[in-house]
């Protein structure tokens, strides 16, 4: 594995720990996995993509490709599986790329980092950056998927109302109240 996206490997490292705070083990494969996804795009597709856990890989999508949470391109679908798709965003034809545990064998390393079978003290954490170079795409699948037309296109939120009870504008599918009214804010109230 000699480039992530633009970047070389060691400028991937600097890239992520600038972005995320550390060079994470789950950021660096996630990185390769997405270069991995857009070298399967045909060229000239506008492609979205769907992100199967909301933990680092989500972080790698957003350096590489154009697709964030925030302008929609990206959505996390929390399947705990790590693993992502790209695809055509009109027909929703595209790739899925995951951790093959068949071929995490003589990775050894690496299969204790995603298997947690190592606590993160007991963890070599030079020693799985290194395999994670070298092995890059060999403990890779992919394989093509067609994704489900409700997931294509844009939500709308549709008609915006204020809320009765609080005040501030939310989408007034939601019901009465907006969702916090309904008890799903996160905050104590004081
Ligand atoms: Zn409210």
Redesign the pocket.
Known sequence: MDKIGRYTFQEYLKVVEDFHGNPSPGLVLGGIMVDYAISEVPAGVLFDAICETPACLPDAIQLLTPCTIGNGWLKVIDLGLFALSLYDKYKGDGVRIFVDPEKLKGWDEIANWLYKLKTKREQDKDRLLAQMQQAGRAILSKRRVQIKPQHLGKTSKGAISD?P??G?P?PKRDGA??L??QGESPYIEK
Do not use: Q
């Open positions: 809320c009870a609080c501030e939310y109240v907006c916090a009214c």
